[in-house]
């Protein structure tokens, strides 16, 4: 799906569900060589404030790409920057709803600025912004 940069509006949003999975973690540690034993050790992680093995934020952060890459501004945006700030961390089996919201165009460069959160039920696990160049058609 595209949502063309001269279709965008301040106030348009998208949102995706992911249920986190235990593949879903063993595979993000595999491509990002993040091993830390808080993902992957059950037992080691009964030992931190988490109680449990939790997701990687970065695996959750990536969340927010699919969204911008596939429903808004969708097939072709480029990103040009992220912020995050990781409010509250994501377990396994838990899911996350990631929304992005348009809160700036710039039509001299078809940017798009997006503020982008994950979501487990009402609470934010993660909130930032994203700062993309939206497909055009002209």
Known sequence: MTVYFEDLAVGQSAEAGKTITEADVLLFSAVSGDNNPVHLDELYAASTPFETRIAHGMLTASLI???IGTRLPGYGTIYLSQST???APV???QTVTTRVTVTELIP???R???TTECLIGDKVVLEGESLVIAPSRG
């Open 65 to 67: 790409s699919g969204v």
């Open 85 to 87: 700030r990781f409010k």
């Open 91 to 93: 377990r396994i089996g």
């Open 108 to 110: 001299e460069k078809k």
């Open 112 to 114: 798009v600025r997006l």
